[in-house]
């Protein structure tokens, strides 16, 4: 009798301890998440110094705080960030590495056949967005260029004459030149810097291209030294970074065109570990701080959370679809 207890006892514990460890394993290791000590990196497919990098550099000083370990910026520039997105997608998926995801960089260059990406949507496991930055027309005080209509009317009488960046040939400055060209009927010589922003800003405050098309978070702290003549906006609304400054629409061009940044980790991260990372996230861009921070450097917050950001790219991808071929021309 007394071992026949004693076997029924083993019997109950012998199943109370798989099913500890089936739990274990059905969780994916996140009651661990993350490991304290362990380091999680942000690979950001740009060079340090522009609005992407001080961007993702603001997260990860909150997510540190959030998740009690180290959050550390990995840059990875070149061909449009199409670097850094295969670096990203190819990270073994277990929440230590997340990477910064901007439209339209990560989006065109696996649409595009001619990049030969790696990676697609699928491959990414979208964690939230972040900002949605527009862009803008920049040149130095002494440029002889005044308004936005002295640019345009000199790529008209000059075709190809008048230098202007981008980040890239399918970048969203790139585009937005495009678009412009198409509706003033204008020409511009299109100068590309696929590392990112700061490669750009060298070479246009060094006086090597003639228009910086950038972005609202790129140049707050030139323009507020004088530094920079800021010519119009791409967005809907003056920017409150820039006041005074006209948008392309009150110019007479209905342009808009603006660079969005959001968060993604590798496809097959465990949900329970992507829940956390979300809510960090998510409590990190609500904190006032962050908040404010976020402001000084003229970056303007756009939360959405993983779901929306979903949708979001969805979207974008079909709007990129159509304006691609005109990279082709």
């Not at 990560?106 to 030969?116: C, E, I, Q, S, W």
């Amino acid at each position: 009798m007394r071992a026949k207890i004693f076997c029924g006892i083993g019997k109950v514990v012998f199943v109370s301890v798989i099913m500890v460890l089936l739990s274990i394993a059905a969780d994916g290791g996140a009651a661990a998440f993350p490991e304290k000590g362990k380091a999680i990196q942000i690979i950001v497919g740009f060079s340090a110094g522009g609005s992407t990098d001080a961007g993702a550099r603001l997260l990860a000083s909150g997510l540190e705080k959030e998740l009690g370990v180290p959050v550390v910026i990995v840059n990875k520039p070149g061909a449009s960030g199409q670097i850094g997105y295969t670096a990203l997608t190819q990270a073994k998926p277990d929440g230590y590495t997340l990477g910064n995801t901007n439209f339209p960089s990560a989006v065109v260059t696996y649409l595009d056949p001619a990049r030969k990406a790696t990676y697609s949507k699928k491959d990414f496991q979208v964690l939230a967005l972040h900002v949605i930055d527009p862009a803008l027309f920049a040149v130095t005080a002494n440029s002889p260029f005044k308004t936005l209509q002295d640019v345009i009317d000199a790529a008209k009488a000059k075709p190809s004459k008048v230098t202007i960046s981008t980040t890239g040939i399918q970048s969203d400055e790139a585009f937005a030149i495009l678009q412009l060209q198409k509706m003033a009927n204008a020409k511009f010589a299109m100068v590309h810097f696929s590392k990112g922003v700061a490669s750009a800003m060298t070479a246009f405050m060094g006086g090597k291209i003639d228009v910086l098309c950038a972005n609202v978070g790129d140049l707050l702290s030139q323009f507020k030294s004088g530094e920079v003549r800021i010519l119009g906006i791409m967005d809907n609304m003056p920017s409150r970074f820039y006041p005074g400054v006209p948008t392309f629409e009150q110019a007479g061009y209905k342009l808009y065109n603006a660079s969005s940044r959001g968060f993604a980790a590798p496809a097959g991260t465990p949900k329970p570990v992507i829940d956390i990372l979300n809510k960090a996230i998510k409590s990190v861009i609500s904190s006032e701080d962050h908040q404010k921070r976020m402001a000084d450097m003229g970056l303007t917050l756009r939360y959405m959370d993983a779901e929306q950001y979903n949708d979001y790219w969805t979207e974008y991808e079909k709007t990129l679809v159509e304006l691609l071929p005109l990279t082709k021309k």
